[in-house]
């Protein structure tokens, strides 16, 4: 009598066991379709590098490419070595010295990360140059008349493009290291101390070493940053690859030139990426029980324990304070004529933008991170690595990438419909905001993808199996168990894409459509007209709504570990 149920639950088995094998299979199908999608414009830059309408790279090769290669270095190695002299320095001190102001500048020298390069090169250059107020003060004050009477460092070149993008990126270099130094062990600097190791020399060959593999990512941050710059180089007028594919593109109406200087772009990327994962591989780490112990640090006093002020406050001051000192005195003084139905439109533009694609990323970013946890195979993690490739191409190369696919579809689209019907439906995707959209995503899709996948894996697995033996399907579990409890890193994620896609300049300036502009490309078009008071308000917006993240980060980085 017992036995007919038992042979009931069997014959049950197998159709269950094939439904829940066929679930499965969409998921990891919608995965590989959606990484594909995502990975095309990579894919379409090489493709017409390698076979461009007109090659002119035997051109290029002979004229300007030595000088766009040459100037990318320059630029990378310099922005590079001030942004590792101010990140670590500014890390070091705050984490392991005592000095007036240091709670203060825990969070303070965070806040450049808000100013985009492009806003604090337009400010600089405003206040520097020989119509700025700074020179018109030095010639009141000791009464010169021309620039032939005195010496002025000019800003507007090489050097200045590198002390720009470094007194802005600095900061992820910052972040990274001072966490490394927040989970080091007192043990290793008490026995450092007994071995009669000055703080310096603790620094120098102890922590320092230690920190390594984080400087070396944030340092890799930094240089991808550096590579996606436009709107700096371009106003300073510093040939570098990014401008370059601008130049090609547009003054030589050449898109294939201009891919092939993307492909060499990105050679360059995957070249800083090896070189980051090579410096982490060779190095191992351990953290032993105290680490979670406060950190007593090192007392200073007198001139030090002010230098250690002046030090941190120098980059703090440069690169956030002023910039938006003197665009908010731009903005307040005229914002009767600022506050226009102009800057309201660009406004919501940026914000719609946005929105929309911080939206997508985090939907996105769900579906790549549940699918690894309900199939774990490397085939899915190849998929989300290949997904995440968008966010190190810089944006001019992303650009080609998008349009190119983009104005495919369009052609084939208006082909097929003046065959069969006579319609030309011209430009459907490509030259629509959808594009710029697509852009975003495209580029910023990893920032959700890192978050969503590390708030999942908080959560244990048995969660997922509870909720399927009450008969929820992994879509349900994912809506009603996992989603309350990633909410956290999920609203994080989203708020860093859209003030990202709030920033970004290289990629919508090209893609954008006809007459549409957002709060970036409003700020490049009149500071570059050298109208900064014009767009002062849009800049100093692009600034708030940049603390947003800043905030977030601080308070990350500030919780791991408590310092006296």
Known sequence: MQAEPAR???????????????YLFGWYSCTWTTALMIALPVLSVFYLALFPEENIWGHLVETVLPVYVITTLQLLFGVGALSIATGVCGAWLVTMCRFPGRRIFEWALLLPFAVPAYVIAYVYTDLL??????????????GWQTARDYWFPDIRTLGGAILMLAMVLYPYIYLLARASFLEQSTTIHDASRTLGCTPFQSFYRVSL??????????LSLVSMETLNDFGTVDYFAVKSMSAGIYDTWLNMNNLGGAAQIASLMMIFVVMLISLERLARSKQRQFHSSDR?????GYQLSGWKAWGATLLCALPVITGFVIPVWVLAGYAFSNLDQLWTSDFITHASHSFILSTIAALLTIVIALLLAYSKRLHKKQSLKIAAQFSSLGYAMPGAVLAIGVIIPLAAFD??????????????????????????????????????????ESSLNKITE???????????????????????????????????????????LPATLILRPFNYDTLATYVYQYASDEMLEACSLAALLIVLVGIIPVILLSRTISGTRDSN
């Open 8 to 22: 009931h639950e069997t014959e049950q088995l197998p159709p269950l066991i094939s439904g829940r094998r066929g």
């Open 292 to 296: 979670f112990k406060a950190l007593t």
């Open 411 to 452: 052609n084939a689209v208006d082909s097929l419909m003046e065959e069969y019907f006579n319609i030309s439906t011209g430009l459907l995707l490509s030259g629509t905001a959808f594009a710029v959209v697509f852009a975003y995503v495209v580029r910023f899709l990893a920032v959700s993808v890192g978050s969503v």
């Open 129 to 142: 140059e020989y119509s700025g107020s700074l020179q018109i003060f030095l010639r009141e004050i000791f």
């Open 462 to 504: 048995s969660m997922d199996m509870a909720s399927r033996s009450l008969g929820l399907s992994p879509l349900q579990t994912l809506v009603k168990v996992h989603l309350p409890l990633i909410k956290g890193g999920i609203l994080t994620a989203s708020l860093v894409v859209f003030v990202d896609c709030m920033k970004e």
């Open 209 to 218: 070493p230690i920190a390594r593999p984080a400087i070396a990512v944030g």
